[in-house]
């Protein structure tokens, strides 16, 4: 099993320093909701982790081995990465795009197993009826789905996503939320998470970054009432408890 640790990682571009002396340990199950203001380093922190950029100090660790030292087709198939933005350097259709992504992930092309993975994500991410569009023709949530079924269909035991659901319609968000926290009984699943209400109703762990660094760390039950997270957005959040869970309502009125 895949255990991911960061230690003392500071990035620093364009004069700013977005990360500064980072240490996060993660274990090698759990879905995990990062949380922050814009410009707390989310971002960057995935990217890190994922080898796809380097840090100016500090160091990354996968299953005891140093992130840096995997080949890429290694890496390739131990972490998934789900990023905000993505542009294909084909256009190519979604089948192809799926398939390729069950390649990378280390299904040999025309192996009855790649075959069958493939299928089976064009079925769960409600695609069948996408199969031979192009990228170029699909919706900003169309494109969501099939970047989903991309890194997904490899099944790899670490996921980064970088708010995967934001471009999704209400019902796909809740679908795609919580089936990415459900990785977390057997795989890692670390999301970054815009809505803090399906952060903490559906992760188990909750890290907050603020100005590159962690400002409070824990299960989801217990933080949700730590007034970190109040200070950490700037705001004074009401804790609603409903049937289902609670809800934060933020008043402008800091704490």
């Known amino acids: 099993m895949t255990a991911v640790a960061a230690q003392k990682l500071v990035v620093t571009r364009g004069g700013a320093t ?9 274990g090698a199950t759990g879905s995990v909701a990062l949380i922050g203001p814009n410009g707390a380093g989310k971002t960057t922190l995935l990217k890190v982790l994922a080898g796809l950029e380097a840090p100016q100090s500090g160091a990354v660790q996968v299953g005891g081995q140093a992130l840096a030292s995997l080949s890429n087709a290694a890496r390739a198939r131990t972490i998934g990465f789900l990023p905000q933005h993505f542009e294909p350097h084909w256009d190519l259709a979604v089948r192809d795009l799926v398939r390729l992504g069950a390649e990378r992930g280390g299904r040999p092309s025309g192996d009855h197993t790649s075959g069958d993975a493939v299928e089976q994500a064009l079925v769960r991410y409600e695609l069948r009826a996408l199969e031979r569009r192009r990228w170029s023709t699909l919706s900003g949530g169309e ?3 099939v970047l989903l079924a991309m890194v997904l269909v490899a099944d790899p035991p670490v996921l980064l996503a970088d708010e995967p659901a934001a471009a999704l319609d209400i019902r796909h968000r809740l679908e795609v939320v919580q089936a990415l926290a459900a990785r977390g009984r057997d795989r890692l699943s670390v999301v970054v998470v815009h809505d803090l209400d399906l952060a903490f109703r559906f992760f188990d762990r909750v890290v907050v970054l603020v100005d590159g660094q962690v400002a409070a760390d824990g299960p989801a039950a217990e933080l949700l009432d730590d007034r970190r997270l109040d200070a950490a957005f700037g ?15 933020a008043s402008t009125t800091t704490a």
């Open 18 to 26: 977005l990360l500064k002396g980072l240490s996060l340990s993660l």
């Open 143 to 145: 494109s969501a789905r």
């Open 235 to 249: 705001v004074r959040f009401e804790r609603i408890r409903t049937a289902g869970g609670s809800i934060l309502q």
